[in-house]
T-cell receptor, first 113, second 114 residues
Framework: DGGITQSPKYLFRKEGQNVTLSCEQNLNHDAMYWYRQDPGQGLRLIYYSQIVNDFQKGDIAEGYSVSREKKESFPLTVTSAQKNPTAFYLC????????????FGPGTRLTVT | AQSVTQPDIHITVSEGASLELRCNYSYGATPYLFWYVQSPGQGLQLLLKYFSGDTLVQGIKGFEAEFKRSQSSFNLRKPSVHWSDAAEYFCAVGITGGGNKLTFGTGTQLKVEL
């Protein structure tokens, strides 16, 4: 079955540590996205990538970094510079000619203490 | 910049009753419009979308939405709600030349009473 995989589902880290969240898709989609979800705030875009080896900052990129070395993979690193990293993180992807029609993975809940 | 407003944070309906979730957007032209549903601890699932044409669009799970340009609205409806519809619903907007970014509303939490 085609889809988007995010792992792990739950992640716990100590403050000051970097952590990388995985996102893999086998939909052959060109574009991939990372969102952050906090209660009562909807989804906010962190980074997105339309092609391999290229990505753009979203609305809240500070304290995050990404890479896009393969079409099917778009890992997100939450660095120690992110002041409030505890959140639910969602990865999405879309086809080149239907960029707005985004399909989401199951999410990773990150807790930093 | 475009914005999306979902004025109802929580809505409770009885099973079998009709449902309408409100969504208003702010943008000078006609945007692309979407409704997504999210079950607790899960990702978002696309319910329906509007790009152009017929202003009444049908989606999955018996949902429909109507685009009203004069009111800048894209309300989601279902004639008869099932207990399994309990979830959080998000309206989203995309604009041409917007760098393929979607702007999401803050969501409406639907509770269904049996």
């Amino acid at each position: 079955d085609g889809g988007i995989t995010q792992s792990p589902k739950y992640l716990f880290r100590k403050e000051g540590q970097n952590v990388t969240l995985s996102c893999e898709q086998n939909l052959n989609h060109d574009a991939m996205y990372w969102y952050r979800q906090d209660p009562g705030q909807g989804l906010r875009l962190i980074y997105y990538s339309q092609i391999v080896n290229d990505f753009q900052k979203g609305d809240i990129a500070e304290g995050y970094s990404v890479s896009r070395e393969k079409k099917e993979s778009f890992p997100l690193t939450v660095t120690s510079a992110q002041k409030n990293p505890t959140a639910f993180y969602l990865c999405a992807s879309s086809m080149r000619d239907r960029l707005y029609e985004q399909y989401f993975g199951p999410g990773t809940r990150l807790t930093v203490t | 910049a475009q914005s999306v407003t979902q004025p109802d944070i929580h809505i409770t309906v009885s099973e079998g009753a009709s449902l309408e979730l409100r969504c208003n957007y702010s943008y000078g032209a006609t945007p692309y419009l979407f409704w997504y549903v999210q079950s607790p601890g899960q990702g978002l699932q696309l319910l329906l979308k509007y790009f152009s044409g017929d202003t009444l669009v049908q989606g999955i799970k018996g949902f429909e939405a109507e685009f009203k340009r004069s009111q800048s609205s894209f309300n989601l409806r279902k004639p008869s709600v099932h207990w399994s519809d309990a979830a959080e619903y998000f309206c989203a907007v995309g604009i041409t030349g917007g760098g393929n970014k979607l702007t999401f509303g803050t969501g409406t939490q639907l509770k269904v009473e049996l």
